[in-house]
């Protein structure tokens, strides 16, 4: 069936350093793309999303990145911090009022 | 910070037991969604409901129930709980639409002795 997984379960990055966590995609379809943080003993935090129309969309110090040619979704976080450390999930939602699907999570773990 | 809320936030009980997780929610959203994690594992969705007076089974296979009998309200009951029910379990809702996140509530972390 639909997968979403992410090729790094680890990341490690210097506090300062930009952080690139990926997300690959099987099912075409999916038209809605959300990144979570989730923190240790806390529930999943929204941070962005993008559309399927979209090959890009921005934030505050995060940009997510959609190739809908390779199915592949990434979230860079720029001068990374401390309070970033945490698990990041990417989520894919297939069609109207479908499920989201989670990948198995990425742990960002900062040094300072 | 989202308006959704689970207790117990951690609960440890013994073998046989019935439970009940409770999650609740005050932004009028009509789709919830159960799901079970392990640390640092992804997310299973074990039950959802469109709304009131629905309830369907998620794509993991689950020994608990949950009933919608309120808006605001969907809980989760393990008649027996066994060790193999040990978990976090995180409850979602999302008002049901296209292009809408689900907003998570903090969870419920389960150990059965």
């Known amino acids: 069936g639909e997968s979403v997984g992410l090729h790094l379960p680890t990341l490690s990055v210097q506090e300062g350093d930009n952080s690139i966590i990926n997300c690959a995609y099987s099912?075409?379809?999916?038209?809605?793309f959300i990144w979570y943080k989730q923190e240790s003993g806390k529930g999943p935090q929204f941070i962005i999303d993008i559309r399927s129309n979209m090959d890009k969309r921005q934030g505050q110090r995060v940009t997510v990145l959609l190739n809908k040619t390779v199915k592949h979704l990434s979230l860079q976080i720029a001068a990374t911090q401390p309070g970033d450390s945490a698990v990041y999930f990417c989520?894919?939602?297939?069609?109207?009022?479908?499920?989201?699907?989670f990948g198995p999570g990425t742990r960002l773990s900062v040094l300072p | 910070e989202a308006d959704i809320y689970q207790t117990p936030r951690y609960l440890v009980i013994g073998t046989g037991k019935k439970i009940t997780l409770e999650c609740s929610q005050t932004?009028?959203?009509?789709?919830m969604y159960w799901y079970q994690q392990d640390p640092g594992m992804e997310l299973h969705l074990i039950h959802y409901s469109y709304g009131v007076n629905s309830t369907e089974k998620g794509d993991l296979s689950s020994e608990s129930t949950v009933s919608r009998i309120r808006t605001e309200h969907f809980p989760l009951t393990l008649e027996s709980a066994r060790p193999s029910h040990t978990s976090q379990y995180l409850c979602?809702?999302?008002?049901?639409?296209?292009?809408?996140?689900?907003?998570f509530g903090p969870g419920t972390r389960l150990t059965v002795l």
């Open positions: 989520a894919e939602n297939i069609n109207y009022g479908q499920n989201f699907v």
């Open positions: 932004m009028g959203h009509d789709k």
């Open positions: 099912n075409s379809a999916s038209d809605y």
């Open positions: 979602a809702s999302t008002t049901g639409w296209t292009y809408n996140e689900q907003f």
